[in-house]
Every structure is written in structure tokens, then in C-alpha cells.
């Protein structure tokens, strides 16, 4: 009787064991994941921001390449005055500017604007002109391309540029390096 009873209590035994052993396996899985999620977050906050700089950093970026290319584009604009009025063939001017943007410019830039005309048959004849302009010129990569736009570029005068940067410069406070009593 009493070897019945270490029997069934060894059977007991046994079978609870392999169901706690289960469970244990699945506490102790669970317990290493949390740790590693805690390490984790430990060396994330360890190295904080430095992870985050980046994002930050392209989106103060954003604003300056939008200005920056909303510059070229302007600038790359050909504008009525570089087109003759009766035929909107390109006067020595405007072929200047074309050769200038298409040999002097940064590959990823060369692009020309050309302003629409009073009529699409003039529009046509000035990109018609555009084009003529690039086959003679020899380039250094590809060649640019043009594209037809409605934005006026803003145009000044050279001698009212003239007289902004002098009196820019009238203006300016020279500089001056601290005394030794300021140390």
C-alpha cells in the first residue's frame, strides 16, 4: 500500500512538472523579451537626440532647397525683353543667356523657362527659337530642358541695382575688433 501511494504521489509529481515546466519556459520567454525591449529603450534614451537630428534637420533643410530652386527657376526664366517683338526670335542677349545656362550651370539645373507670349503661336515660335539656340551650342552632358512657364520674373533696373548696393554698403557698420578692456 504504501509503495501505491509513492506511486501515484511520483505520477503527481511528474505530471505537474511537465506542465509547470510549460509555463515556465513561457515566463521566462516573455521575461527576456521585456528585458531586451527595456535595454532597448534604455540605450535609445542613453543616445537621445542624436537618433532624431536628422528628421529635423531635413525639415529645416526644405524650406532653403524650395527658395533655392524657385531662384534658379527665375533666374533660368527668359523673359519678353529677350525675345524680338515681331517674330519671338531670341536677340543676342537671350542667346547669351542660353549658351550661359546651358554650359555654366550645374548639370542638375540646366533647365530654361520660357515665358508664354501674348498667343500660343508666339509661345511656340519663342521655345522653337529656345531649341534652335541649344543645337548650336555644344554641352558637357545632357542638354537642358525647356519648359514654358507663366511666372513673371522680377525685373529692376541695373543702375536702381546699382544704387541698392551702394547704399547698402554706405550703410554698413565697420567692423571692430574688442579692446583689451573688454577681456
Request: charged share 25%; proline share 6%; hydrophobic share 35%.
Amino acid at each position: 500500500m504504501k509503495i501505491l501511494r509513492m506511486l501515484l504521489l511520483t505520477s503527481i509529481c511528474l505530471g505537474t512538472a511537465v506542465e509547470s515546466n510549460a509555463d515556465w519556459d513561457s515566463f521566462w520567454h516573455h521575461k527576456q523579451q521585456a528585458c531586451h525591449e527595456c535595454k532597448i529603450d534604455f540605450l535609445r534614451n542613453q543616445c537621445w537626440p542624436y537618433p532624431f537630428r536628422e528628421f529635423d534637420s531635413e525639415q529645416t533643410r526644405d524650406p532653403f532647397r524650395t527658395m533655392a530652386s524657385n531662384g534658379w527657376r527665375l533666374h533660368h526664366t527668359l523673359s519678353h525683353e529677350v525675345f524680338r517683338p515681331n517674330d519671338a526670335m531670341l536677340t543676342a542677349v537671350g542667346r547669351n543667356r542660353v549658351h550661359w545656362i546651358a554650359t555654366q550651370t550645374p548639370e542638375h539645373r540646366r533647365m530654361i523657362y520660357v515665358l508664354q507670349g501674348e498667343s500660343r503661336e508666339e509661345t511656340r515660335r519663342r521655345v522653337e527659337s529656345v531649341e534652335a539656340a541649344l543645337a548650336h551650342v555644344v554641352v558637357n552632358g545632357p542638354p537642358p530642358q525647356v519648359f514654358v512657364t507663366d511666372r513673371v520674373p522680377s525685373l529692376g533696373s541695373g543702375e536702381w541695382s546699382a544704387n541698392l548696393s551702394r547704399m547698402r554698403l554706405e550703410k554698413m557698420i565697420a567692423p571692430m575688433l574688442p579692446s583689451a578692456e573688454d577681456d
